[in-house]
């Protein structure tokens, strides 16, 4: 009996191989390319400082039994680094513990592989043209700020996989309660890791409830969906008011922080607290000094989110033209100063601004998505819930501390909608000329 099934698993296996050849092979090369690049073409070694230093440090330090620390939830969402502690366990387990960093890293790679696997089958659901589907796949799996980041201890590498791999699990199956509730539970493990992607969470809801039409049953399903996303959630704030003694009631206390960092453009931020000394500074403040307006010094804690939030909108209030500053400092998801930035991984000055330009180039057919859906030739609640996800990210970087790598988590729908325009190039021929035209001159001048 057993053997019967094997046979027939395997046999499937081969049939999907022989069928989806081109996504394999594209699965293998993106695979052999992190690997030559993480651990022959950085010296990633010595990229535990700062944010990778911090969560490496409060997982050692977790790990070791002193839980309690301020330092362990003070500043960042502390999950992350509860998955690190997690793994150290596992490798004293199997007598690894020697190799924790290239393990990590290792994973790392394995998560972004397999999120372009998903991602193959997330594009389906958008591109129809068979070659550009495996086009969009190959140059989102070739996306070089996607590699670099794997060679980082950073939160990203586990929330990005996971953002991509909900859409599709959404996608494919709601309406399938046991799967949605899965799926509910496995998207909040992304936002416990980077809770600034908890907005994403509300266009999944919707979409669920409104894929067929409105019903009793499909709102159930939107309910389960729910109930998987809060107890992921709701367990993991449980942990972190024990680790704090009931002070951090959520995922993160430094939502103030980045409030009124961008309302009052703070190049660097230090807080002396209880003894411990912390300084913050946003990359595109500091990189930007004549965006950045001042260094702020205080007493307070950093999770202190009312008292931060109170100097946000104060700085709202004595300055008239914050809306439009707010929306001048987005241009650092694109082209402003990336953390981390290490120009000694090979390659990372000319990737690193070609795939800005990409990014610049290809952001506009979000907009154009428009067309294929008014003539019918595209879902419209499936273009929303693409469509959706960037920019709900924008608005978060838009009020909160804009960063080049926040908008990271985005980046897969940039290479979906553009390839889904372009698989009608034919029907469209004329404003795809215009589109072209219209964003080489715009890259010309953002160049020169």
């Not at 996607?146 to 494919?172: G, H, M, R």
């Not at 969906?225 to 003694?245: D, H, R, Y």
């Not at 439009?324 to 990372?348: A, D, Q, R, T, Y």
């Not at 273009?383 to 996800?389: A, C, D, E, G, K």
């Amino acid at each position: 009996m057993m053997a019967d099934l094997f046979k027939k698993a395997l046999s499937r296996t081969n049939t999907h191989v022989r069928s989806e050849k081109k996504l394999f092979l594209i699965l293998l090369l993106t695979f052999v390319l992190r690997l030559i690049y993480v651990y022959f073409c950085t010296d990633y070694k010595t990229y535990l400082f700062s944010d990778m230093g911090a969560y490496w440090q409060r997982a050692l330090d977790r790990y070791n039994g002193d839980i309690h620390n301020y330092g362990q939830w003070a500043a960042w969402a502390p999950f992350f680094h509860y998955y690190i502690t997690f793994l150290f366990q596992l490798f004293d387990l199997v007598g690894l513990s020697k190799l924790r960093l290239e393990i990590i890293l290792f994973l790392n790679i394995i998560y972004s592989v397999v999120s372009i696997y998903f991602f193959y089958f997330l594009a389906g659901y958008f591109i129809k043209n068979d070659f550009c589907r495996h086009l969009s796949t190959l140059f989102y799996a070739l996306a070089y700020p996607l590699i670099y980041l794997n060679a980082f201890v950073l939160s990203e590498n586990l929330s990005i996989p996971i953002i991509i791999t909900s859409a599709y699990l959404v996608l494919k199956n709601h309406e399938n309660k046991k799967i949605l509730f899965f799926t509910g539970a496995f998207f909040a493990v992304a936002v416990c890791a980077r809770p600034a992607v908890g907005l994403l969470a509300i266009p999944f809801f919707i979409y669920v409830i409104f894929a067929d039409k409105p019903s009793f049953n499909s709102l159930m399903r939107g309910l389960v969906f729910s109930c998987g996303f809060f107890l992921i959630t709701g367990i993991v704030s449980l942990e972190n008011m024990k680790v704090s003694n009931g002070e951090l009631k959520g995922l993160a206390a430094n939502g103030g922080l980045g409030f009124f960092v961008q309302q009052c453009k703070a190049h660097m931020v230090r807080s002396e607290y209880k003894g411990y000394v912390f300084e913050i500074g946003n990359p595109t403040y500091l990189g930007h000094s004549e965006l950045a307006k001042m260094d702020f010094r205080t007493d307070h804690s950093l999770h202190d989110e009312d008292y931060f939030y109170r100097l946000g909108f104060e700085c709202i209030n004595k300055n008239p033209n914050i809306w439009i500053e707010n929306f001048i400092s987005l241009k650092s998801m694109f082209i402003g100063p990336l953390f981390p930035s290490v120009p000694g991984c090979k390659g990372f000055d000319f990737f690193i601004k070609f795939s800005n330009y990409a990014f610049i180039f290809i952001f506009p057919s979000l907009f154009l998505l428009y067309l294929p859906v008014r003539d019918k030739l595209m879902d419209l609640k499936t273009t929303v819930l693409l469509v959706s996800i960037p920019f709900l990210i924008i608005i978060v970087n838009y009020f909160y501390a804009v960063e080049q790598r926040y908008f990271y988590p985005a980046v897969f729908t940039l290479f979906i909608s553009f390839f889904s325009f372009l698989q009608y190039k034919s029907r469209y021929e004329k404003i795809l000329k215009i589109y072209l035209g219209v964003m080489l001159a715009v890259l010309f001048f953002v160049r020169f």
